[in-house]
């Protein structure tokens, strides 16, 4: 007997549920798809979109797994942030950020030191030993969007940094191993914050991961902080989980001059992971993981 995920009957090498396999299926998930868009404003996406995606989203980690490399200390974000540019520029791609929002943002790229939470401006102060940045890579591909975002430790960091870097990433782990289609949105937040508050660090509420793939941001929103939100994860939904994780506080205070850059309120570290995922037919797909790094 055959099953969706074997190869089809036509030798096409395709997956049967991918090619010759009852339209019902297709119908049921155009029907779902009218829905999410008529109750929630989410655009499901069709096998064609998704393909982009990921190409945009592999597109994207790579870029980024570059840029992180580069990251040492006495080498300045804005060096970074221009290094990132010529990598977008070499595949044809748009860096989503720039020149995104009011005011624009002006830059390439995100890179948020020590203390800043999220939208770090990149600048010529060079990185000394000590420092932990928040890289933050995001593009425009054909039309598609990919987003993600990693940590860098710069020399010797001390024990707190360590720790709340160690923190962030593992409440994006623990985060992505329960989506599969039925999970509510609110119980994403619900692992993270659990985790962190258990190791005596704090979950940002002022920021949120979001739904991306035909546009940079679109439904839904994914709190990384405890919510009520009741939206079923189902196929063909994509969006990012990005939980910002504070050594202190949870609260951030924005930046009045350049008002992008936002700071823990009480000067304590913050770190923060990005991934970009897929809700597929019985889990997910990590869209913003490269094969080097699985």
């Known amino acids: 007997m055959i099953h969706r995920n074997d190869p089809c009957w036509c030798n096409s090498g395709k997956k049967w549920k991918r090619c010759h396999y009852p339209q019902k299926a297709s119908n049921e ?10 109750k929630y404003q989410i655009r499901l996406k069709t096998p064609e979109e998704i ?33 990132a540019h010529k990598l977008h ?3 044809h791609a748009r860096p989503a950020p720039l020149g995104y929002g009011d005011p624009p943002f002006p830059k390439c ?9 999220c939208h770090g401006i ?3 102060i060079p990185l000394k030993n000590g420092d932990i940045l928040n890289i933050d890579t995001s593009l425009e591909l054909n039309g598609f969007f990919g987003d993600c975002s990693s940590m860098v430790m710069i020399g010797e960091v001390s024990d707190e940094k360590k720790h709340v870097v160690a ?12 989506l599969k289609p039925g999970i509510f949105v609110y119980e994403i937040a619900e692992v993270i914050e659990d985790y962190a508050k258990a190791q005596k660090c704090s979950v940002v509420n002022q920021f949120v991961g979001h739904g991306i793939g035909l546009q ?9 902080h405890y919510n009520k939100i009741k939206i079923p994860l189902v196929q063909g939904m994509t969006f990012t ?7 202190g506080v949870r609260e951030g205070k924005i930046n009045s001059k350049n008002h992008w850059e936002a700071r823990t309120l009480d000067g304590k570290p913050s770190a923060q992971f990005e991934h970009q995922l897929l809700i597929t037919e019985d889990g997910r797909e990590i869209l913003t993981l490269i094969e080097e790094d699985s």
């Open 241 to 247: 989980i990005e939980p910002m994780i504070n050594a």
């Open 29 to 38: 998930q155009a029907a779902l798809k009218e829905e999410y868009w008529r």
């Open 89 to 91: 520029r070499e595949i």
């Open 216 to 224: 940079f941001h679109e439904a839904p929103s994914i709190p990384h």
């Open 167 to 178: 923190v962030s990433k593992e409440c994006l782990k623990r985060s992505i191993a329960l």
């Open 122 to 124: 990149p600048n010529d």
């Open 51 to 83: 393909e982009g995606i990921r190409k945009a989203a592999k597109a994207t980690a790579r870029i980024l797994k570059e840029t992180c490399a580069i990251a040492k200390e006495g080498v300045t974000t804005n060096e970074i942030d221009a290094f």
């Open 109 to 117: 790229i995100c890179t948020s030191l020590n203390e800043v939470i």
